[in-house]
């Protein structure tokens, strides 16, 4: 993952319309990124490459990046170059005061180094203030000032502010570099085209002794490699320096040639302090900005939901293909009487025993000369036989809940064929007092309507 | 192998087709007290990854079984033959109308389905169940019996009775009220049905509990990114002239709420959405934003937290600073005192209890101008919302998806009660602070806000 791929992310995670059957479908043909969400979400944003539009955001993005930093990085060097020389005017009446270039190249190296490694413990915190002292922030600014410096999409990127400062601390990196390198062109090309006399002096009392030591531990990564680049003793007492003494004191004027030897420890002091320590500091916000970006994606808005998609199996139980709607006819039904006669010719029970059907007859204070069960048990002939003993009214008591089945109305048919009339009567369970429910009974009237015989009735 | 088939046949109307919609978590099929209503067998497969794990079918109810079962008995034949004579049958009916149901619900059965017969138990018994179940007999195929009560009435013991002649394992289910485990134990019996299945529907059984989990983390996932997005929710206007008008001032607020409305619910429709609930109707009191009387007493007990709950929770998160500390002291020292309203409804004052949040004018300078409302500042917002979407969550997850219907969703002061107490009040407010302070919040800080809401709703559901 790069600020590139972080960047495609985050605009294809804007604009994805992708169904989840097909997220899951690219998390099982990627099986080898499982587990590794950063590998996931970078094949994922390499397989939708083309889905971006053109130009891609990451592309304007970086190449804005790219050239914003190569400028400030010349300005820089150019800088580090003019200061560089700056510091080394020698004008040869006054040797160069090699402390000044000591404080440029390890001191001022050494404090924004600190600044940097807090910025960078605090980068993941919030926005750090430390990280707003930096160049980098504000040249961008100020740049970003410029018309037309800054395309319009790019304000549309929301960048992590996280990622942000990361951004602000590694490009900080870079243009540091870049001003230790014209520090070290402006030294390298100084000693080459003119004879420098350096000198060291200090309005505090330190002893040559003291400075000695003082050289001798900062010189502690190429002393032993290079004895010839950390000032001897004698050196350093030749090279003391006072305004007040004499314009140039004799013992220099004598070792003139030995005061050149300064530039070693110079160039030495240069290349570790300013260029190797800040190309480690460089090399740490690298690392820093990798592992930000990385979790600036996982992040993003979206990026957790793709992953879940990808990697959690889809289970699904519901039917495949859609039911047919279901219509109900709501014909009203008006062959409906509310009372029972008295006596019928037959009183038949659908599905209820006998004896049970004479219990019903008695409450609701009906007689019959003939009672049968329909239905229920019996076989298809013995119900053909009692249609063939019926005649007359016929009431015909069913169970009120049960539904009307076809095999109902096919005893139906056979029956009103033979007799006058049929009151079908619908009756609750023993426990229910036979009372029926009005939606139960709505069931049969519907079933009745669509039968449609003027020689049926319904009780309600 | 093939994978086990189910079958749900019974007499119409007995709920065959509720059963099948809770077991198959499937809200949409079509359901209700008219007799016929399932008139083609349906197919439910369980499917991980688009493999079949088994295969459920709802089916059409008998209407002329006794018809049948006289075909059927004018063929004497020897047992091991019997199901070859109901293919016969059929083959022979496929084309007549008066057998569509029958061949409908034979045919899965003939293709290898287990039988589940589904008898009404809230009513008696009857002579003519029979002619069903002995042809379901005449198939061969495993089968059980499953009694579901329509109603309150119980006639159990007798259908027990009668089952017992013609299946080896009846179970009672209520489709209306399903929970997981009842649902996992209907599979343990399914998978005792034949041998051949026990894996496979054992299996199922695992993958039920995995989508019971993998429900309750895309729902927690949802939650707490509609509580981060809310709260952190920033909504701008540029405007013109001057100084804004008070119009444009209503105008921002109005848009804020609507912003504010339309992320909880569309966070309603994935929460129903992840439990397959897509089809649901449900009625419930809007968000409390207008008047912003949050603090009213009811509203806070319904909905969020208590004044005194806030200023609680406000001193443990260390939200209390300067003011907020002295007056919370004073508070606490007079908390037994009558002074007391009066300290709070100071206190309530220094937390924006009653406002959203306030609107802001900014870019002065630059010359661009723009009004800026949120983050949201009301301490009392994100329990609100919280306890809305949670209650939410589990009136969806704990529905069953055999009850059709409008759903009432009406949260009581004893909800709350149910899932927040000063601890988890204690955890949820150092996100709530993040969420309010307007930064980036890491995705490690939301999967951790995560967990607290998916606990949460593993209690509760
Ligand atoms: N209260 C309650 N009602 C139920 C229950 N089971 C089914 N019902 C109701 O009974 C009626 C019939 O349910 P369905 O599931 O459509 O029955 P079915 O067997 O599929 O009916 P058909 O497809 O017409 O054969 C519906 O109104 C259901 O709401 C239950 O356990 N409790
Ligand atoms: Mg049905």
Redesign the interface.
Known sequence: MNLKSYLDLFELLGTDTSSREER?AFG?VNVVTKNKPLEQLSAWVYENKTKLKKPALSETFSSTLYSMTLLISVIALLFGFLSGVGLLSYNGHEPVNVIYFIAMVVFLPLFTMTLTLFSMFRANV??SMLVHISPAFWMEKILGLLPNKIEDNLKEVKI???LANWIVIKRSQIIALAFSFGLLLALLGVVATKDIAFAWSTTLSITPEAFHHFLHTLAFPWRDLYPSALPSIELIEQSQYFRLGDKLSDEMIQNASKLGEWWKFLAFATLFYAIVLRFTMYVLSEFGFKKAIQ?SC??LDG???LL?DMN???????????????I?RHTAYDQMINALDASYDVIQGW?I?KENLSVIADSMKVISPKFFEV??????DEDMEIIYHSRGEVLLYV?S???????FI?YLEALVKRVDKVLVCPVG?L?DKYETEA?EVN?WA?KLSMFGSAKVWLKV | MMHPKFAVVGHPNKGKSSIVSALAMDDSVQISDTPGTTTKKRSFPLKVDGEILYELFDTPGFQRARRVLAWLEQHDVSADKKHEVVQLFINEHKDDPKFNDEVELLEPIMNGAGIIYVVDGSKPYGEEYEAEMEILRWTGQPSMALINHIDESDYSEEWKRALGHYFKMVRTFDPMNTSLEQHLSILESVAQLKEEWTASVKASIRLFEKYHEQMLDRSAAVISKVIYKSVSLVEKLTFYGEDATKDEKNRIEEKYKERLRALERSTQKSIESIWNHDHLQKEQQSFPLEGMDLFSEETASVFGLTRKELLVTAAASGAATGAGVDLLFGGATLLLGTGLGAVIGGVGAFFAFNELSEVKVLGQTLGKRYLEMGPMENRNFPYILLGRTVYHTTQVAKRSHAVRGVAEFHMDSIFKEKWLNDDLRKSLEKYHKKFRSGKEIEAEELAEYEVLIRDVLKYLI
């Open positions: 899951r099982l919030t926005q992590n502010p996280l979790r996982l992040s990026a957790e939901r879940r959690e199996p889809i289970i699904s139980t519901y039917a495949n293909e859609n039911e047919q709607q279901f109900q599905a025993a239905g229920g048990g019996n076989t298809l169970k809940w049960e539904p009307p089945t076809m095999d096919d369970t426990e939606k069931v519907r």
